[in-house]
């Protein structure tokens, strides 16, 4: 199978539109992929997964939660969000993600 090759993005907000964009074709690759038995799994997850029983794309089960953030803190996260094009609530889960993933890297035992 033929590599396929992204095209090129601008930034952050114009690839989440792609891949929404694309997402009957990428999904159709994936299954064929899977029908192929080259569908490899990575080491990191990309919090997205594939229902076996209705094969369709399914986001992560998620909980509702609510935290005082300091107002500085919001307006920041709210600046630079939106200098991504993102949403700022997208942006604080993608910036936890990142801080909890460095904090397990650094925790692991060697």
Do not use: C
């Not at 396929?4 to 989440?16: N, S, T």
């Not at 997402?23 to 064929?32: S, Y």
Request: hydrophobic share 35%; net charge positive; proline share 4%.
């Amino acid at each position: 199978m033929a590599k396929k090759k992204l095209a090129h993005a601008r930034g952050e907000a114009e690839e989440v539109r792609w891949f929404e964009e694309n997402e009957d074709r990428l999904l159709e690759l994936f299954e064929q992929a899977a029908r192929e038995g080259t569908l490899r799994v990575g080491g990191k997850s990309i919090g997205i997964t594939l229902s076996k029983r209705s094969a369709a794309l399914a986001k992560p089960p998620s909980q509702k939660v609510m935290l005082r953030i300091p107002n500085g803190d919001l307006e920041r996260a709210r600046r630079l969000a939106a200098a991504k094009g993102l949403g700022y609530q997208t942006y604080i889960k993608s910036l936890l993600r990142e801080g909890l993933d460095r904090e397990e890297r650094t925790r692991r035992p060697a």
